[in-house]
């Protein structure tokens, strides 16, 4: 059975950090892309970044380049977002999904974790 669990969300100030993680189990992350999008209040949901398993290959929305970095560790399955520099506008649900392709169109994705909700406020 294919899971996904988000962690590390929270509350931060303005220019703080967070590091999100995703750990996946009933697959091997090596065979697949795994993403990272978000969903604020009223919004659609949008991609952030993925990375590919297999070879570590990334991609990032422009709105998150230079500040986030997308990571993963095969041996315990996890994905990892570090968020520097946060702003407000970075509040959301942010979720992390499994996917065929290195791409960030959400409908390209399988299976969706539950999300962590990360709140940029001073």
């Known amino acids: 059975q294919v899971q996904l669990v988000e962690s590390g969300g929270g509350l931060v100030q303005p220019g703080g950090s967070l590091r999100l993680s995703c750990v996946a189990s009933?697959?091997?992350?090596?065979?697949?892309?795994i993403g990272w999008f978000r969903q604020a209040p009223g919004k659609e949901r949008e991609g952030v970044s993925c990375i590919k398993g297999s070879d570590g290959s990334t991609y990032y929305a422009d709105f998150v380049k230079g500040r986030f970095t997308i990571s993963r560790d095969n041996a315990k399955n996890t994905v990892y977002l570090q968020m520097n520099s946060l702003k407000p506008e970075d509040t959301a649900v942010y979720y992390c999904?499994?996917?065929?392709?290195?791409?960030?169109?959400?409908?390209?994705?399988?299976?969706w974790g539950q999300g962590t909700q990360v709140i940029v406020s001073s």
């Open positions: 009933g697959f091997t992350l090596e065979d697949y892309a």
């Open positions: 999904a499994t996917s065929n392709f290195l791409e960030l169109h959400p409908t390209l994705y399988d299976y």
